[in-house]
């Protein structure tokens, strides 16, 4: 069981891997619960309390950057 107690909390999960959350598992007075995730999120929440918020997303893609292209200081370009 996760218990956030009195205040305001959130609960962050980052995984580049699926996430999996399956029934039985237990959180209370956490408000906000952020999932980021490269792969699938599956979430059971039936026995979590005090939740006002719940975020399943994926990362920004950023463009693939390889093969790098290499400047040279002169001005000209190298090849790899």
Same mark, same amino acid.
Request: net charge neutral.
């Given at each position: ?19 999996? #959350? ?7 007075? #956490? ?27 994926? $990362? $920004?893609?950023? $463009?693939?950057?390889? $093969? ?13």
């Amino acid at each position: 069981m996760i218990d956030g107690g009195a205040g305001t909390d959130a609960f962050n999960v980052t995984q580049t891997a699926a996430i999996l #959350i399956q029934t039985g598992v237990t959180v209370r007075n #956490i408000e906000t619960a952020n999932f980021l995730s490269d792969g699938a999120v599956t979430l059971n929440t039936t026995a979590w309390t005090g939740l006002t918020a719940l975020n399943p997303r994926r $990362p $920004p893609k950023v $463009p693939h950057l390889w $093969p790098p292209k290499l400047l040279h200081p002169a001005g000209g370009d190298l090849m790899h």
